[in-house]
């Protein structure tokens, strides 16, 4: 029979800008961990079970607010002051306590007198990297090769083994935080403290290249104690203004019970970011963070690893089949882009004959491996006809008379209402989700035609759908075993399907940082979770015939301004090129859509103006 691991239960709110929650009968904090917390004094090495640290770390030279975004949120993700902690940011010149590598693990006594990210129970670190390697900037801003130094003079840097590839050889085992085996099930990381949970907003940490998530994955097998899980990203991390909107819906999460594991990788799919993932215990891949969930105790040292690899798998979908791609992500076929370019235009459109392989920007390659469209159009603006409905008008119609406010959440501008286990939370600009109070734990038992039939049930049932939604992609949320000695991944175990449905104007896909459309999360047990984000539009009144910048002129934006958007690595694929409306979901109500280029990167999407020829971004 299939199961699913209820939300926790909830109180009425302690705060008035936070609920708290209570926590139910059997998920109280280990015994055993107690009673050894309170038998042995205290020792440099031991369990801090009375408080909860956090230290949160921006090394990079773009935008630090996704840093300061997560220790606002985490503050009030309870009580007022049950998290305490530090925000270290690398942005402002003249910053004295800029970003080193010794911050992400033990500290430093002769540099800094703050200790380390193992002394805390949360580590959070945003800044650029690659596989393996987090780099870490001075806050000078001036010049996108500044690079903090080391106590040596080199450009500073930290990951599990820094003396692995990257270019930095010449840097020791000093500067990183230990994935060598040490002994039988044990390793020389310097993540064995306090530290439980880490987040690494950060390119490219978790990917298989160079062996960087297996590496990582040996991080959690420290002794004395062992971290519990890392969660980051395989290969590009979300841009600037997209992360934050990531710590909130994470943080939406968190407290409306749901596991740090769910939490992650669906408030990273609300906002498109596909190439989020994680490594667990396989003991504590249902836990929650504090005060809302219990700490777990930690997995035993020396114990055989059981690391599980959580990610998003994706599906290209017809009407006809849902098909599994090979390379595990969303591909556009040639043929299909062909076969709708007579309803894409109003103009006959023609491809490139030779459109550019590459292209060059500041630090970044860009390998052009999408088909890009040249054409001359012109397109109307369109505007935005719903009227915008209030909270409690939505959250009669969903859930009726029995919906109860349990307060409004001032920190990102949504209301929350409660229905026995569900919740209801709706966004200043009209986005909403449901949470039915469960979530997936058992593989799911049904094909991908089956849950988008079910899909669409469910908001017939308790919503309204759309003429014009239809099927835009099927993705999963998933793990697989994971072999900590050579990397190797076992069989994918699919615990849900996430069907978005989506629509167009006059063949125009509407998309955007998160876009227009109705997410439904699928499991055996039935529908976890339902999110909608749609606006109904007609063409603007004395804006029509727009004319549109060519795909290759987006590309160039994109080349020139790709880096300061994303952070992104040396090199980069381009992966697809669209022509699209632009759909806003953050700030104010969205009154009028612009059309604009997606061009995505593998995982991420840059959108530019396809009038004025600049970036778009919420």
Not at 221 to 237: F, M, N, V
Not at 503 to 523: A, Q, T
Request: hydrophobic share 35%; proline share 5%.
């Amino acid at each position: 029979m299939s199961r699913s691991v209820p939300l926790r239960a909830v109180s009425q709110p302690l705060h008035p800008y936070r609920r708290h929650r209570v926590l139910v009968a059997g998920l109280a904090v280990s015994l055993a961990v107690l009673a050894v917390a309170l038998v042995l004094p205290e020792r440099a090495w031991a369990e801090d079970t009375y408080s909860t640290e956090y230290s949160v770390l921006y090394g990079g030279n773009f935008s630090d607010a996704d840093a300061h975004r997560f220790s606002y949120r985490l503050y009030y993700a309870g009580p007022n002051g049950t998290w305490v902690g530090k925000t270290q940011s690398s942005y402002f010149t003249g910053n004295s306590d800029d970003v080193n590598h010794w911050d992400v693990t033990n500290g430093w006594s002769g540099v800094d007198p703050w200790p380390g990210a193992n002394d805390r129970d949360i580590l959070y670190l945003s800044t650029h990297g690659t596989q393996n390697l987090m780099a870490f900037y001075d806050p000078s801003y001036q010049n996108d090769s500044d690079r903090e130094e080391d106590q040596n003079g080199n450009p500073d840097n930290c990951g599990p083994d820094t003396g692995y590839g990257g270019g930095y050889s010449s840097e020791t085992v000093r500067w990183e935080i230990g994935s060598d085996w040490i002994g039988t099930n044990r390793t020389n990381s310097r993540w064995d403290n306090d530290i439980e949970w880490i987040f690494l907003a950060s390119c490219n940490q978790l990917s298989a290249d160079y062996d960087s998530r297996v590496r990582y994955a040996r991080t959690l097998l420290g002794d004395p104690q062992r971290a519990h899980a890392i969660w980051g990203y395989d290969y590009l991390a979300p841009g600037d203004g997209t992360d934050v909107s990531i710590v909130d819906d994470l943080f939406d999460y968190e407290e409306a019970g749901t596991s740090t594991r769910y939490a992650w990788l669906k408030a990273n799919d609300n906002w498109n970011s596909t190439n989020a993932c994680g490594i667990v215990h396989a003991a504590m891949q249902y836990e929650g963070l504090p005060p809302i969930s219990p700490l777990d105790s930690d997995s035993p040292v020396g114990s055989t690893p059981d690391i599980h690899y959580w990610y998003i798998p994706s599906w290209t979908y017809s009407q006809q089949s849902v098909e599994a791609d090979s390379s595990g992500r969303i591909v556009t076929a040639l043929t299909d882009l062909l076969d709708g370019l007579g309803t894409l235009f109003r103009v006959d459109a023609v491809f490139a004959a030779e459109p550019p392989s590459t292209l060059h920007g500041r630090n970044t390659t860009y390998n052009v491996k999408a088909s890009v469209p040249e054409v001359t159009a012109e397109l109307d603006l369109l505007t935005v006809t719903n009227a915008p409905e209030s909270p409690q008008a939505i959250a009669g119609r969903v859930f009726g008379a029995s919906g109860v406010a349990v307060g409004d959440r001032s920190l990102n501008g949504s209301t929350v209402f409660q229905d026995g286990s569900r919740t209801l939370i709706v966004h200043e600009n009209g986005r909403y989700q449901v949470l039915e109070g469960f979530e997936p734990t058992d593989p799911v038992a049904m094909t991908r035609d089956e849950a988008i039939a079910l899909a669409e049930q469910y908001i017939r049932r308790i919503d309204s759908f759309p003429a014009d939604a239809a099927v835009m992609s099927v993705r999963g949320i998933a793990c697989a075993d994971m072999d900590v000695d050579t990397g190797a991944m076992g069989a994918e175990v699919v615990q849900a399907y996430i069907v978005d449905f989506g629509h167009e104007y006059d063949g125009v896909p509407i998309r955007g940082c998160l876009g227009d459309k109705l997410s439904v999360v699928v499991s055996s047990s039935g529908v976890c979770e339902y999110m909608r984000n749609w606006h109904e539009v007609e063409p603007a009144s004395g804006a029509s015939n727009q004319t549109i910048i060519s795909a290759n002129d987006a590309l160039a934006v994109v080349a020139t301004d790709g880096e300061g958007l994303l952070g992104l690595p040396g090199e980069v694929d381009i992966t697809d090129v669209e022509l699209v409306y632009y759909s806003r979901a953050k700030g104010a109500r969205q009154t009028v859509m612009f059309p604009a280029w997606r061009i995505g990167l593998d995982g991420v999407s840059v959108y530019v103006n396809a009038v004025t020829g600049r970036p778009m971004s919420d």
